[in-house]
């Protein structure tokens, strides 16, 4: 079983549409960091979290470490929201865990 | 924003060939980076951790003598790939782990996709 779990691994939506990613992880974690890794590669990081719920913008990560699950949610979706994105728990001196990432792609 | 460049952003060479990636935080310093790799439709995988002015730390299976980390300053680590071979065609990424106001993150580079030939 892998150590971090996403799902959906696809996701095809329409503009306008409300977006959830979700995580699930076993390591224990100190934080957990959300990432947008676009078509070129580049990445960037978008949330770190260690307890509650972040927002920037359209985009909303909701984490519960009792359970072990961190979501990532994306209002009023764009074209340009389309990239993966990555769930990466962090344990212990900022080392990552990568989930497999969620292809999401927004058509117009 | 913090800001980490990785130069070159793509690099093309023959086998057997030695190639260096550079880590660079700009307005930062980063006592720890990070380097990765990303196979196609893969997920990133942490390569080592490299912390200024000591030998880096390798994760398991990676090479030491292979993919030689120097982290000389605050802000430059640098990636040599020694003798590259096919199976190394990967695309590298750097990150930069920056401590401000009690608070930790890390900023990802750009990425240096790597083709050996």
């Given at each position: 079983k892998n150590e971090v779990e996403q799902s959906p691994q696809n996701l095809t939506a329409q503009e306008g549409e409300f977006i959830t990613i979700n995580c699930s992880y076993s390591v224990g974690i100190s934080a957990l960091h959300w990432l947008q890794q676009h078509p070129g590669g580049g990445i960037v990081s978008l949330f770190m979290l260690s307890s509650g719920k972040k927002k920037h913008g359209r985009l909303i990560a909701t984490i519960n470490i009792q359970e072990k699950h961190s979501s990532l949610h994306i209002t009023?979706?764009?074209?340009?929201?389309s990239a993966v994105y990555i769930c990466a728990p962090t344990e212990g001196a900022q080392k990552l865990v990568f989930g497999q990432g969620t292809r999401l792609t927004i058509n117009p | 924003g913090a800001v980490v460049s990785q130069h070159p952003s793509r690099v093309i060479c023959k086998s057997g060939t030695s190639v260096k990636i550079e880590c660079r935080s700009l307005d930062f310093q980063a006592t720890t980076m990070f380097w990765y790799r990303q196979f196609p439709k893969q997920s990133l995988m942490l390569m080592a951790t490299s912390n200024e002015g000591s030998k880096a730390t390798y994760e398991q299976g990676v090479e030491k003598d292979k993919f030689l980390i120097n982290h000389a300053s605050l802000t430059l680590s640098t990636l040599t790939v020694t003798s590259a071979h096919p199976e190394d065609s990967s695309f590298y990424i750097c990150s930069a782990r920056r401590l401000a106001g009690g608070w930790e993150t890390q900023y990802f580079g750009p990425g240096t996709r790597l083709l050996v030939l």
């Open positions: 009023a979706s764009h074209p340009r929201d | -």
